[in-house]
T-cell receptor, first 117, second 115 residues
Framework: AQKVTQAQTEISVVEKEDVTLDCVYETRDTTYYLFWYKQPPSGELVFLIRRNSFDEQNEISGRYSWNFQKSTSSFNFTITASQVVDSAVYFCALSGGRETSGSRLTFGEGTQLTVNP | DTEVTQTPKHLVMGMTNKKSLKCEQHMGHRAMYWYKQKAKKPPELMFVYSYEKLSINESVPSRFSPECPNSSLLNLHLHALQPEDSALYLC??????????????FGPGTRLTVT
């Protein structure tokens, strides 16, 4: 069975603060994929990043960065110098590497991030 | 800019109505998905189509009937729904899975209210 835990239900920060969203996962697959999605109030899930289990390199994209650590089964997401437009629900998700599990995304419960001006 | 479109944006229907949700993708993907999302919850997978064939039905009640007329279109036919079926219905598409699992791209959703 696969599981994703996002322990932070809600986070509130002031603009320009850095914020880290935590994601811990469980899987028995040796090959798996991790994702982050952003869901603003409009409702559409926006894809942010995909990471393969065999690639532990951290990634930076503008103000966004991701820290993947297999040793702790974590895939954390940091927003640097947060902005009001970053306010959204952020979902961490996991997919297996096999045909039967690859089509299923297991989502965490989501973290509601509010960035105040 | 989303390349997965969904219509209608909002839908209100009675429990005896028949309606359809439509989804179209313009990315050449061969896998398409329907999800249901209740407020303050993550999306729940309903159906998966791969190469226009239904590959996964997550034990969804028969009042929901999916259809994939071609590789770009996905419909969800609704009949005799219950008030608890009120939710945001999301469509997604991706490259079909194989040696690599690809990300899914989501549409803006249809907000359904059953009265």
């Amino acid at each position: 069975a696969q599981k994703v835990t996002q322990a932070q239900t809600e986070i509130s920060v002031v603009e320009k603060e850095d914020v880290t969203l935590d994601c811990v996962y469980e899987t028995r697959d040796t090959t798996y994929y991790l994702f982050w999605y952003k869901q603003p109030p409009s409702g559409e899930l926006v894809f942010l990043i995909r990471r393969n289990s065999f690639d532990e390199q951290n990634e930076i994209s503008g103000r966004y960065s991701w820290n993947f650590q297999k040793s702790t089964s974590s895939f954390n997401f940091t927003i640097t110098a947060s902005q009001v437009v970053d306010s959204a629900v952020y979902f961490c998700a996991l997919s297996g590497g096999r045909e039967t599990s690859g089509s299923r995304l297991t989502f965490g419960e989501g973290t509601q991030l509010t960035v105040n001006p | 800019d989303t390349e997965v479109t969904q219509t209608p944006k909002h839908l209100v229907m009675g429990m005896t109505n028949k309606k359809s949700l439509k989804c179209e993708q313009h990315m050449g993907h061969r896998a398409m998905y329907w999800y249901k999302q209740k407020a303050k919850k993550p999306p729940e997978l309903m159906f998966v189509y791969s190469y226009e064939k239904l590959s996964i039905n997550e034990s969804v009640p028969s009042r929901f009937s999916p259809e994939c007329p071609n590789s770009s279109l996905l419909n969800l036919h609704l009949h005799a729904l219950q008030p608890e079926d009120s939710a945001l219905y999301l469509c997604a598409s991706s490259q079909p899975w194989g040696r690599v699992i690809y990300e899914q791209y989501f549409g803006p959703g249809t907000r359904l209210t059953v009265t």
